[in-house]
């Protein structure tokens, strides 16, 4: 069995920049065929692994066509924010971002340009000699910066498009404490716990379905239009994400957030469902696990704000992952964090019962998962 | 139409106001193929945002005879069904908008002046001496206040509109009225140039596909959408209705072949395969079909990776359990201005474009 | 003319334009009065700073046979002298100007985009989207670098101008050549709007105070002057020679009675009775003039104490020992846009007041 | 006979805000009409006093009709900055500036209003106590300004129009070392010294004709029109400008500048003829004057920059009285310096013969004046 470093490490190398996940969605159906009963690809490209219900420890149960069980939606999104080539001058590439960067980190990265083939370059600059004093106090505008990969133009216009994506070429870096640093973290962490959590599941005794999901499109959609559209499909009469947060660190010293190391963070405020919320902490207190209570006011910018209202309504809950310099070059967890979480919904998952969907949803309960024989025809 | 033309002549009888002389006719468009006047008469219509009745009718009127069904949907949305011939014949939804930006009335002060809101993405600063026109023909001049700093984009609650009133009660246009820009439709070689156009020429790029298409392998539905400068509010809803296996948005691409334009799209290249816009990034199958379709047709195209702009594919491809959504961008300089220009060749391109995804074997 | 018509012929002959369709003809037009009519041509016609000779040509056929001399000075100024009857009468010069705001092509880049310089007080921002006319026809569209941050007023060199060509060689306009902005006449009750209607209704105000004038005491020079737009360079030479005893000028006043105007010169309450502009305080003498002429003739006036615009006053009084100079102002909204609006009410009462003037026993 | 004092006292007083000189004009023709033989004023507004050449000493010669000896045009502007009615809401008067002022100093002045009659009033602003913070620490603009008369709205219509003028409300005030301070300094202290300087030419033998002129707009106009027009009229073989010009300050250390009391200055640059610099400084030896030479590379924002290139051109020299807080409430000089200008002046006047207009001008000598007759028709 695959260490979560070396879970975390593949994930965090294979490309999945918003819209472009091919890559890590690849490994994922492949990680999702060892672990689910079935596996079903939504137009927009969202992995849905299934595992039925199935009440008896022991091996699984031979793959049922269709299920009456309730259904548990637990979900990360795959995608990472990225840059996106938009014209290439002189040989040099010119790029925008794809989702929502702290662009003072890109000057002098390492890049893989992923046009015709794999390309490694990296973004320059002018030296600081030759800038005015105010130049050299205000930072570099996207405008400003390039990619060089030492291609003429014609060689360079031959192997990468206008419209091919970049990432970061920032391999996984193990810190003190079991930690880790690396690009894109935001949200392999939660994909790694999503992994976890079902490799758990295997022979967990369970009354839902488990509809385990690695979304598409959580970064750059304003209408995070991968878990919208996934939940649609599966109407799930539980909902939980799991997510990366800001966690405490230098500059960003909020008693309200969570540490890094001490618990996975289990949200609560608006975008959470208070049934939902309880029965994450009482399973984190009967496992005795870290946790940390997050609070939102509303919005938690996750899937989970999006998926609340989805179709009639989902009760939703959200696991985070506590997450230093989001949205940089060295994002930085604790490996133990993730593995917490994965218990935690494990334990979440084989409590839920029959009542408690009825509890939910009341008369509505029985419902068939809509369409997802069509979905499942694509790719 | 009775209704609105009867609310016109009931403001010429009683108010003073800029709507003399009528409309120019449509003159010297002899010199235009059919299909570029059919272009020029979308492009003259009066149409903004939610105000849509007349270039729907026109937009009907032209598609009678071409398809197996017309609908207008409950949102306003004109669905033109041409059915398929193919064995393994796909859904494909192929929308344009009908509408176009302009103004709303707001607010009427007792000097008759109007203040307004944006329908679409117009920009204040370029409005004052432009002038634009209400469904019963009036003009109004814009304007703008000059006390204090209104000197950047942002600051447009300092605009107002002059209908040429002198009080609240004897204004030609009530709150709520809307108005397009005003624009007369002019050719030059390939490039085509009016108020609306980079809209309407998307409209007549259908209508012409639906002309001249042959035969359709698959279900083709032409949705000419309404409120889509507004927030491409028409589009979401006929696509979770027609449920599509593919959605194509012809969307307007910002063309800056113009000196000091900040991308490298431009006029008369071909239409744009777009990677994105700002709320959706096109999903990988649509965009696969379309360079397909530009590899047959031997069509140039460019390809916008900028995120700019939000056509109406984020609300289609959301639809539902998610719909595979493409768009293909017609190049336009000076968006959203009355003088919104196009190549030719671009909307030819097009056409060829759609008609070849339309007819093609497999997608 | 001639000359004209030929250039025009080629460069329709040769090169993609925006010259289709045609300027418009003078449609519906019969709702308005004659003299409406005068200002409405007087409008429609093409000249732009440096390029009056169509405005020049028009105005010299309306005042045929109401002056007694005519002649147009070597500046290109057209003056008509009136002879007084009066046992003391006075020399007295009247000025309206004849050119419009409008832009010149001072570049063309390779792919046919050009730059161009100001002709008057033309306010950038406001021409993305607006358009202007060539004197062969040509229609040219005006853009807007996106590059950078071409976001205040004073970044003009930011903007460009689309004449639908390709290339520097198949551009149909060439260096140095002068347009009109682009604005058709419109009338609603007694506001008259149109592109360089608050020179053209001061042009129209001379030639109808000739016609309507019985019988002067006093010499009257009305001078249409020529490049007035670029700096008041046409009043002064005509100064220099007539050397009058009063020189009164019919200046355009910017009205601001608008939601958020900063004076309080309004539309129809009369013409502005010049205090001073930005470079000339009137002389007393001749602002005594003109307040007694709105007593004898009963017309409301308002009184212009900012110092705004620099009308052609300053090179009057400046000219030789010293004219005597007082000015009129024209309220006039949206000045320098495609869109110049005026009240008729304000101009019937310029007619007046100079008629007043005129006729008066003693000065 | 007055003193500089009651002179000056006088002089800035009589209200002339630049192109509404009415006052100080009508004060300045009857101190003319008791020392020149001819007194005219231009078209607009200028007073020009002749004083015919006669080489001997003694009582004034009866007044010639005409003169072929050569003219000397010394000249000072009449006019100040002010203030303009732009509009009356509720009462409070708006304004506009009428030349070049520092309008931080315009809050809480008194003024004068000349409305259908003089109105005292005050300049008003909003207290500090209701101001944000941010705004306190900027300058109040113009916009914010207005003047209190007292008087309700249609009372206040009924007395001040738009286009009425205004000035501020402040008498001379003495202050140590024979320094006196008011507005109007600029250039009610050149006026002063041209009265004076005609004063001291009444009994001075001289070969050329003296114009002393006093010009209406020179503050609010770019082209000088009072200068030039009347420079235009009279076309003298040399014109010298009478004006203030900054004297040394706190903040104002620059020493190429002249201290006040130590002299008049002499203008030296490319505005002043270099004949006409070179008789200055003569005179001011020959008398042992205390003067300061003061520099202008170019433009010296004075007459004299207009009438140097009046007609076919005029040699032009500028003296000055140095003044400190230009264009504010509290312009302050040194009574000395005017003395000593007008006798400057004087001995400059003494010395000029028929050979200096000829070395001027060569053979273009015998010119008429142009049109004066015209010009003095007027008023």
Not at chain 2, 182 to 206: D, T
Not at chain 2, 238 to 252: E, G, H, I, R, S
């Amino acid at each position: 069995m695959p260490t979560l470093t070396d879970t975390l490490a593949k994930l965090s190398a294979a490309p999945g920049v918003s819209g472009h996940e091919n890559a890590v969605r690849a490994l994922l159906v492949r990680e999702f065929q060892k672990l689910a009963d079935t596996v079903e690809i939504t137009p927009l490209g969202s992995v849905i692994g299934i595992l039925r219900a199935q009440t008896t420890r022991g091996p699984r149960a031979a793959r049922p066509k269709s299920s009456a069980a309730p259904r548990l939606l637990v979900e990360a999104h795959m995608d990472q924010i990225g840059l996106i080539v938009t014209d290439i001058q002189d040989g040099f590439i010119r790029f925008e971002e794809i989702g929502y960067w702290d662009s003072r980190v890109l000057p002098s990265q390492n890049v893989l340009v992923h046009g015709k083939k794999t390309l490694p370059g990296v973004i320059g600059a002018r030296p600081p000699h030759v800038l005015a004093a105010a130049e050299r106090k205000r930072p570099l505008a996207l405008a400003e910066l390039f990619i060089d990969l030492g291609l003429s133009d014609a060689r360079a216009r031959e192997l990468v498009s206008v419209g091919d994506v970049i990432t970061l070429d920032r391999a996984l870096l193990s810190l003190q404490n079991e930690m880790v640093a690396s690009q894109a973290l935001d949200n392999r962490a939660g994909l790694a716990a999503l992994l976890e959590f079902l490799r758990h599941m295997q022979d967990t005794p369970r009354a839902w379905d488990i509809y385990a999901v690695a979304n598409v499109n959580e970064e750059d959609s304003p209408l995070y239009v991968g878990a919208q559209t996934a939940a649609y499909a599966i109407q799930p009469h539980i909902a939980i994400c799991l997510d990366v947060t800001h966690a405490r660190q230098v500059g960003l010293s909020d008693d309200a957030l969570p540490e890094a190391g001490q618990g996975p963070g289990i949200a609560r405020g608006a975008n959470v469902h208070p049934f939902v919320f309880d029965k994450l902490r009482q399973a984190a207190r009967r496992r005795a696990l870290p946790h940390q209570i997050t609070v939102y006011g509303s919005d938690t910018e996750t899937n989970a704000w999006i998926m609340q209202v989805t179709g009639d309504g989902i009760p939703t809950g959200l696991v985070e992952i506590p997450l230093r310099y989001m949205h940089s070059a060295v994002e930085t967890i604790a490996l133990s964090d993730i593995a917490r979480a994965a218990e935690l919904l494990q334990e979440f998952a084989a409590q839920l019962n029959a009542d408690d969907a009825r509890a939910l949803r009341g008369e509505t309960f029985v419902r068939a998962p809509a369409r997802r024989a069509r979905a499942k025809r694509r790719r | 139409m009775t209704r609105k033309e009867n609310q016109a002549a009931r403001a010429r009888a009683h108010f003073p106001a800029f709507d003399l002389p009528a409309p120019s006719p449509t003159h010297a468009a002899d010199a235009l193929t059919p299909f570029h006047q059919l272009i020029k008469r979308l492009s003259e219509t009066y149409g903004p945002s939610g105000s849509e009745e007349a270039v729907r009718e026109l937009a009907r009127a032209e598609i009678k005879g071409l398809a197996d069904q017309i609908r207008v949907d409950a949102f306003g949305n004109l669905i033109a069904l041409r059915k398929g011939a193919g064995n393994r014949r796909k859904k494909i939804m192929v929308t344009a908008p009908l509408d176009e930006p302009g103004v709303m009335v707001t607010f009427l002060d007792a000097r008759g002046f109007a203040r307004f809101g944006m329908l679409g993405a117009v920009k204040p600063l370029t409005l004052p001496g432009a002038r634009c026109q209400f469904e019963n023909g009036v003009i109004g001049v814009f304007g703008r206040e000059t006390r204090g700093a209104a000197d950047t984009e942002k600051d447009a609650d300092a605009f107002f509109l002059d209908v040429g009133a002198t009080s609240a009660q004897d204004a030609p246009v009530r709150i709520g009225d809307a108005a397009c820009l005003v624009g007369e439709f002019r050719a030059a070689g390939n490039l085509l140039c009016g108020k609306a156009l980079s809209g309407r020429a998307r409209g007549a790029i259908l209508i012409e596909t639906l002309r001249r298409l042959k035969r359709a392998t698959h279900d083709v539905y032409c949705v000419f959408t309404v409120q889509s400068q507004v927030g491409a509010r028409g589009a979401g809803a006929a696509a979770f209705a027609l449920q599509p296996d593919y959605a194509f948005v012809l969307d307007a691409t910002p063309a800056q072949d113009f000196p000091g334009g900040d991308t490298n799209l431009a006029l008369g290249k071909g239409p744009a395969i777009l990677a994105q816009d700002e709320k959706m990034i096109a999903s990988a199958a649509a965009r696969q079909v379309l360079l397909e379709a530009t590899r047959q047709t031997q069509t140039p195209y460019q390809i916008q990776a900028h995120a700019r702009g939000g056509g109406e594919g984020a609300p289609i491809q959301a639809a539902r359990e998610g719909t595979v959504t493409g768009a293909l961008g017609l190049p336009v300089r000076y968006l959203h201005t009355q003088s919104e220009m196009v190549d030719a060749r671009d909307v030819a391109n097009i056409i060829e474009i759609l008609t070849s995804v339309f007819a093609a074997k497999t997608l």
